[in-house]
């Protein structure tokens, strides 16, 4: 028998606020979280790319001396995300092995791992320390969220490039419906604001390359895009059954309706510009949802901000709606953030959530002269969603051909 599934709490660390409060009022207030870059390296290494969406709050400003030493950056982030949301879900008592953690990152502990080899080469083998293995690996996330909150059902990581949060979601949903877990914490997260990732993506023609303008750098569905935005941050949801979540008098943001993951099998980073793989993901995603295409009302849409990512996008979407796709109010909200890789999908997500809980669809910034051959209807200020139950989904992709949606519907 198939469990209602919900969402009960809530958290974020992103390049608009340190809460989820504070990132989603920021949004809906038009905010751009994108900004210079003011570190020593970017002169020291000539980057050309000198911008990125930064957190808003400093890890350093949120967790312990201790806790900073002993976690890479991206750690950092996701405890403070899943703290959050924990505590907005009223800290619920649950034994600790019906609880589990699924956690995503696309490039994990790249500070920790490069620093190290520094180290190694400047200072030799007796200076790298020894929790530079536990820092770096990727699933270091998902095991500071399990030990600080005492999960004992599982402590699972997904690393599935700009994909991978979402992908986590949809594999919270499916351990909780398997019965596996009463609760499950998910999310994703990034810390990957630096000199390796900024010049292999710039190497690539993958960022844009407005200097001269970071705050509307990333112009989704534009005619003049011309790339994604570097991001760092975290989100964190938590999902439990209904019934779990109504004998504890829970609140009850949304419901979790079902998820879709498949594979392009096309190219290492393009995306198929047919868009058939990533339209197999919503379908899939409507499927296990069990809702027809037309009582989709919001999407939060990947929409990098790249001149090939975007039409794939829309190719996809065309051959899932149709002439409902005009009908639908979207959402792309990487304009505000910049891409959290990793982190991306969870964000989103929990944006998507919000949506629904407040019944308004966030706007997209920079967006000033739209592709004419993208007809989509685009928000590009707070708009009101319709009465009655809503359903919306939030789409993620990424390279290798990794493609992950997530529907929800309000309650």
Known sequence: MTKKIVVTGIGATTPLGGTLPDSWAALLAKESGISTIEHEWVARYELA???????????????????????????????IAAREAWADAGSPEVVPERFLVDWATGIGGIWTLTDAMDTLREK???????????????????????????????????????????ESIVNAYEHLQAGHADIVITGGA?????????????????????????????????????????????????????????????????????????????????????????????????????????????????????????????????RVFGDHLPSIAVSATKASTGHLLGGAGALE????????????????????????????DLVTEPRALPDGELVAISTSFGFGGHNAVIAFRSV
């Open 49 to 79: 790319i000198d911008f990125a969406g930064q957190v808003r709050v400093p890890a350093a400003e949120v967790l312990t001396r201790q806790e900073t030493k002993r976690l890479d950056p991206s750690s950092q982030l996701a405890l």
């Open 124 to 166: 030799g083998p007796r200076r790298v320390l020894p929790m530079t293995v536990p820092m770096l690996m990727p699933n270091g996330p998902a095991a500071a969220v399990s030990m600080d909150l005492g999960a004992r059902a599982g402590a699972r990581t997904v690393v599935s490039a700009c994909a991978s949060s979402t």
């Open 190 to 318: 990034e810390a990957a604001i630096h000199p390796l990732p900024l010049a292999a993506f710039a190497s690539m023609h993958a960022l844009s390359s407005r200097i001269d303008d970071p705050a509307t750098a990333s112009r989704p569905y534009d005619v003049t895009r011309d790339g994604f935005v570097l991001g760092e941050g975290s989100a964190a949801l938590v999902l439990e059954t209904e019934e779990h979540a109504l004998a504890r008098g829970a609140r009850i943001y949304a419901e979790v309706l079902g998820g879709g993951v498949t594979s392009d099998a096309f190219h290492i980073t393009a995306p198929d510009p047919e868009g058939t793989g990533a339209a197999r993901a919503v379908i899939e995603a409507l499927s296990a949802s069990g809702v027809a295409r037309e009582q989709v009302v919001h999407i939060n849409a990947h929409a990098t901000s790249t001149p090939v990512g975007d039409i794939a996008e829309y190719h996809a979407l065309k």
């Open 349 to 376: 997500a929990a944006f998507t959530v919000m949506a629904l809980h407040t019944k308004t669809a966030p706007p997209t910034i920079n967006t000033t002269e739209k592709d004419a051959e993208i007809d989509i």
